[in-house]
């Protein structure tokens, strides 16, 4: 898997970060064993950004959007490495 460098902006936040490289949260935090906010100017390593990413509008679940793109909905859940959706949130959907 391809990976790249990014460096987390002034006042940029881990979901602003996370929607400029098309990747959830949570993946960038485990890839950098992160367990808070990284600070401005911190150095980050995240793989290779997915081939379909649908972001997350509010009320939507992963049940409504694996119905959207025809794939399971645990798949989903393993594929973004979390349990739950939020607005804002880039939803992988292939990787």
């Known amino acids: 898997m391809e990976h790249f460098v990014v460096r987390v902006n002034r006042g940029e936040s881990l ?29 980050l390593y995240v793989s290779a950004p997915p081939k379909r990413v649908h972001v997350a509008r509010a009320g939507e679940s992963y049940a409504l959007i694996a119905r959207r793109y025809g794939i399971g909905e645990e798949t989903l859940k393993k594929i973004n490495g979390c349990e739950y959706v939020f607005w804002g949130m880039p939803v992988v959907i292939e990787e």
């Open 15 to 43: 979901l602003a970060l996370c929607r400029r490289c098309r990747l959830s949260p949570e993946r960038v935090m485990r890839e950098n064993y992160l367990s808070e906010e990284p600070a401005a100017g911190e150095v």
